[in-house]
C-alpha cells in the first residue's frame, strides 16, 4: 500500500513539475533577463537600464502567466479533440480560432513590452538596436520565418515561442 502511494505521489508530483514547463511554451525561455542571443547584449547597458529592463520583463511576465496557461489549456483541449476518433469539425474550429486570439492577444503585449524597452534606451542604444534585428524573430527571410510553413511564416521548427527573455 505505502508503495503504490508513493509511486502515485510521485507521478502527481511530476506532472505538476512538467505542467510548469508546459504552461511556459516552446523557446527559449525566461532565463538570465537580457538573451545572450539579443541585441540588447550588445547595447553596454547602465546598471539602472538592466534594472528597469529587468522589471518591465517581470512584469510582463507576472501580467502574462495567465495568458499562457489559457494558450496551453486551449492547446491541451485542440489536441485531445483531434485525438478522437471521429474529431468534431466545429468544436476543432472553434477551439483554433480561440488559441488564434490568444496567441494574438499574447503578440500584442510583447510588443508592447518591446516598445517599453526601448522607452529605457537612448536613442543611440534604439539606433544600434534597430542594427541588429531585434523583434524580427528567428529562421530566414524577410519576416524572421521560413516563408509557407506555420503560422505567420515562422516554420515548425526552434522558434521564439511564447517565453519572455528577449530573443523574440
Known amino acids: 500500500m505505502k508503495k503504490i502511494v508513493l509511486v502515485l505521489t510521485a507521478a502527481v508530483l511530476g506532472l505538476l513539475l512538467a505542467s510548469q514547463a508546459f504552461a511556459w511554451g516552446p523557446g527559449p525561455g525566461r532565463g538570465n533577463g537580457l538573451c545572450r542571443n539579443a541585441g540588447l547584449t550588445q547595447l553596454n547597458l547602465t546598471d539602472s537600464q538592466k534594472t528597469k ?4 520583463q517581470d512584469a510582463h511576465y507576472k501580467a502574462t502567466r495567465p ?3 489559457k494558450i496551453f489549456d486551449k492547446s491541451v483541449e485542440l489536441r485531445r479533440l483531434w485525438l478522437q476518433t471521429n474529431p468534431d469539425r466545429n468544436k476543432v474550429t472553434a477551439a483554433q480560432k480561440e488559441l488564434r486570439t490568444l496567441r ?8 508592447a513590452l518591446k516598445f517599453d524597452i526601448r522607452k529605457v534606451l537612448t536613442a543611440k542604444q534604439n539606433e544600434k538596436l534597430a542594427n541588429t534585428g531585434w523583434g524580427r524573430g528567428s529562421g530566414f527571410g524577410p519576416r524572421g520565418g521560413m516563408r509557407g510553413h506555420g503560422r505567420h511564416g515562422r516554420g515548425h521548427g526552434p522558434g521564439p515561442g511564447l517565453g519572455m527573455g528577449m530573443c523574440f
Open 53 to 56: 529592463i529587468e522589471a518591465i
Open 67 to 69: 495568458l499562457r496557461e
Open 104 to 111: 494574438d492577444e499574447m503578440e500584442d503585449r510583447k510588443t
